[in-house]
């Protein structure tokens, strides 16, 4: 990668493809260990199936146990791209309207002049200030839409997604966080599935530093899943198995604003142009973890990396719609999507 000096006097990034699958391996290892990540997990899927799974470092410091292919990390904000999935799919069974307004399901937010906060205002980030009007990432007021969901759906939020997602895809190493009440809804054994799970980290200049993962779990953050089920969810969205093509449409189109503003959130989707090429995508950080998925629809494409520190998303301006500001994200598109490097099979 070379920076150097824009004609506005910024830092304009170039970045340059990788000229073969190893050097593109090699190139993701010296990001983690440049970035002080302990492991990750990165996965890439072409039209239904994985063309190429990577484990790069260690699961549990301490133990020296390295990570896996099948390993299981917390998504953070990842989950917002699922939690949304199941919010359109009650709208298309006409149980939630995207026009509803909020206070309908016991969210009581103000907003100025009396203005009406709505449904698709929380889903795509744009309900501070006057609603519609501007775009502010906020996993707090994301998550409100929990109670939307239970709602409409007459569960909680976690059977809900059982039932919607994960049973039906299979999802044998995803679950609401272990640590949470909601991981009961799984039916899965605690320790055993705990026992899959990368560790989460932070780095001083000491080394690794074990740290505990949040306790939490809703409609914003704290699913914990690999990255081979991510992408299984992913490819599902490909082949319209979750989602009808015209709602699938609808959460991967940009929101606009009044005054004709492109926002960078649909509805539970960043969707960004890079280079040309439209890509749907999220990322997720929250404490000792983080994650990425980066999705060209047009392609059948999707890349997936999840980590056990938030360094993966931390240092860049993602919340901000930047998908340009990921070394990972660059890689992975200029590689394979802007350059011509063929995919890698398994």
Known sequence: MLVVAGCSGGNEIISSPAASIAEFEQRLEDMRASSHIAAITAVISKGQ????????????????????????????????????????QLVQEGRVSLDDPVSMYGVN???????????????????????????????????????????????????????????????????????????????????????SMARGYTYSAGGYNLTAYPASFGAAAGLTSSALDYASFSMAMDRDALL???????????????????????LGWFSTIYKGVRVIWHYGLWTA?????VKVPDRGLTFVVLANSDALSSPYQLGAGKLETSPWARLFLDTFVIGNLALPTL
């Open 289 to 293: 973890n983080s994650s990425l998925i």
């Open 244 to 266: 009808q093509p015209a709602t699938k449409a609808l959460a991967y189109t940009p929101v606009v604003s009044p005054s004709g503003e492109t926002f960078p959130y649909a």
């Open 49 to 88: 199936g994985v063309v190429w799974v990577k484990p790069y470092g260690l699961a549990d410091v301490a133990q020296q146990r390295p990570t896996t292919e099948a390993a299981v990390y917390h998504l953070a904000s990842l989950t917002k791209p699922v939690a949304g999935t199941v919010l359109l």
């Open 109 to 195: 937010l103000a907003s100025p002049t009396g203005t009406v906060i709505r449904v698709r205002h929380l889903l795509s980030h744009t309900s501070e200030g006057v609603p519609g009007t501007q775009y502010v990432y906020n996993g707090d007021r994301f998550a409100l839409l929990e109670n939307v969901i239970v709602q409409a759906a007459g569960k909680s939020f976690a059977a809900a997604l059982q039932e919607r997602i994960i049973v039906p895809l299979g999802m044998q190493r995803t679950a609401p966080n272990p640590q949470s009440p909601s991981f009961a809804t799984s039916g899965f054994d605690k320790a055993t599935f705990e026992a």
